[in-house]
């Protein structure tokens, strides 16, 4: 067991990125494994992988592109409009369902094939969204059902759980790569590179945190 090797989950946004560059921190040895899951914006992948050029990691797309015809949702649906608030008592429709529980579900069996048993992954139970599948109980859950599913003993990390997208910026410029994050990634819903559209939730959100943190930055100097 190669305890000094992680694999990332990584999708080239500014979540999965600051964590992979969390994991070059952490572990010796990072994978980053991206999907394919009939998302509408498929140049996510091709960021994803100069990323991890860049980063000098390994780097690895599955095509789980199934999962997108499963359900009906406005990542993966030309037709399905996108909403641009939470709706009450829901989820908005940028939910896929059962997403990062396929993700894991290959993750895991691609790391142990690799000899590796850490996992990382960029969820928050802050996101404003509240995605069922990024919260800390299934992820505590889910590691316990990969565990006993491959009678291995996987550790999955979340460094960025309890964190807010200010913090998740800090935490990018702590780590040297705030620059990086800012211009190479793509979070943006309407699939526009770094600083993106600025009006979808997911710019909203990103750009709030970065004002947030340069202001406190810009406070403390
Ligand atoms: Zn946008």
Not at 77 to 85: A, G, L, R, T, Y
Not at 125 to 147: E, H, W
Request: aromatic residues 10%; hydrophobic residues 40%.
């Amino acid at each position: 067991m190669t305890k000094d090797a992680a694999l990332v989950v990584f999708s080239g946004g500014q979540d999965s990125t600051t964590c992979l560059f969390w994991a070059k921190r952490e572990f010796r040895h990072v994978h980053a494994l991206s999907f394919l899951y009939g998302q509408k914006h498929s140049k996510e992948v091709e960021l994803a992988e100069a990323i991890a050029r860049k980063a000098e990691v390994p780097f690895k797309v599955m095509d789980v592109s199934f999962i997108g015809s499963l359900g009906h949702n406005s990542l993966t649906d030309p037709s399905v409009p996108m909403d641009s608030e939470k709706p009450a008592g829901t989820y908005p429709n940028t939910f896929v369902p059962g997403r990062n529980l396929f993700f894991f579900f290959f993750s895991a069996i691609y790391a142990r094939e690799l000899g590796i048993h850490h996992l990382v992954t960029g969820v928050s139970q802050t996101d404003f969204s509240g995605y069922p599948d990024c919260r800390d109980a299934f992820i505590k859950s889910l590691n316990v059902t990969l565990n006993l599913a491959m009678d291995e003993q996987f550790a999955i990390h979340t460094p960025l759980m309890w964190i807010d997208k200010a913090e998740t910026w800090a935490l990018a410029d702590e780590l040297g790569v705030l620059d990086l994050v800012r211009h190479d990634t793509l979070t943006c819903y309407n699939g526009i590179p770094g600083d993106g559209c600025g009006h979808c939730p997911a710019c909203i959100l990103r750009r709030e945190g970065l004002e947030k943190y340069l202001a406190s930055k810009a406070h403390l100097h």
